[in-house]
């Protein structure tokens, strides 16, 4: 007589030790363990139907991968199932999601108190803090979270924590010159002819970006000013991207044009520049930022998340 199936534990393929686990992802080989086996029919990971090859089952063990496309939200049974010839028998599991991925958040100059938009994926209860500094969360989606910023959060790195790992952002709080919009006393003025965009998707940055078709040996130039109130800050980082590849020279206070020092590539995926002080000849004031294009063509450059830096 054949018995209805019963799951003891699950483990991890991977793990030497063989030690039982609660939870796994999405493409996670697990050995599930028991007995009733031999004439199984199905298994379930939160009502999803798993393929499993019969050659990895035993009467004792199924090897069996958990599909990535397996549901992971909060509202799935957090099941698994396995199912013979003579019955069928249910096992609390949960399938995890993947690790979180933070974007971006908005905005990056927020102070205590103001609600910040945090960009990504995978957010399943979350909790967001800011260098150990909690933030509350106000209401989150799988791809955005509401948060208020919390004290003590100024110049620290947002992370974002699920039950499947964390992830951060590289920009600190407070040092953005530009996010979605420009800081005062910083801008570029009309005149250069640029054009914001706002494309949550292609953004590197929250929604908003800019970009402008500059000639050869032509700029997109900002706007004259002054701050000398920099010296919590190590530097100057940029997101840039070209429709096609080209090359960019960073002018900064007006010096550096046509210097291959200060020139880097664009391609067309967004790509992180940064500059310290030091390289700047130890700047101890930002007047200006500009761009000039280096490569003698015409190319679209596309520009984000312009902000200092700290160690």
């Known amino acids: 007589m054949v018995n209805p199936p019963v799951i003891t534990s699950v483990v991890l393929a991977s793990d030497p030790d063989l030690e039982p686990v609660t939870q796994a992802q999405g493409g996670t080989m697990v050995i599930i363990r028991g007995s009733g086996f031999n004439t199984l029919k199905n298994v379930y990971f939160n009502d999803f139907d798993t393929y499993f090859n019969p050659a ?5 063990e199924i090897f069996v991968a958990i599909d990535m496309e397996t549901p992971y939200e909060e509202d799935a049974p957090q099941t698994l199932k396995v199912v013979n010839k003579n019955g069928e028998f249910v096992y609390h599991f949960v399938v995890a999601p993947p690790a979180p991925i933070v974007k971006s958040f908005q905005p990056v100059n927020a102070v205590e108190g103001d609600q910040i938009t945090i960009y990504g994926n995978y957010f399943i209860n979350p909790t967001v803090s800011f260098d150990g500094a ?5 209401s989150n989606t799988l791809t955005e979270i509401v948060a208020v910023m919390p004290a003590n959060a100024q110049y620290k790195y947002i992370t974002v924590e699920t039950i499947s790992g964390t992830a951060s952002w590289g920009t600190a709080v407070g040092t953005a010159i530009y996010d979605d919009n420009f800081y005062a006393p910083w801008t570029i003025e009309a005149w250069n002819n640029h054009v914001y965009v706002t494309d949550l998707a292609n953004a590197f940055q929250g929604t908003t970006f800019f970009k402008k078709d500059i000639p050869g040996w032509d700029n997109i130039q900002g706007n004259w000013d002054w701050d000398d109130q920099i010296s919590q800050y190590t530097g100057i980082k940029f997101a840039v991207r070209s429709d096609t590849p ?5 002018i900064f206070n007006g010096s550096n044009w046509g210097d291959s020092n200060f020139a880097f590539d664009t391609t067309t995926e967004w790509t992180e520049v940064s500059f310290t002080w030091q390289q700047l000849n130890n700047a101890d004031h930002v007047q200006n930022i500009t761009f000039q294009e280096f490569t003698g063509e015409t190319h679209t450059y ?9 160690d």
């Open 56 to 60: 990895m089952v035993t009467d004792t």
């Open 134 to 138: 909690q933030a509350t969360v106000v």
């Open 246 to 250: 080209g090359k960019l020279v960073f």
């Open 302 to 310: 596309y520009f984000d998340n312009i902000t200092y830096t700290v």
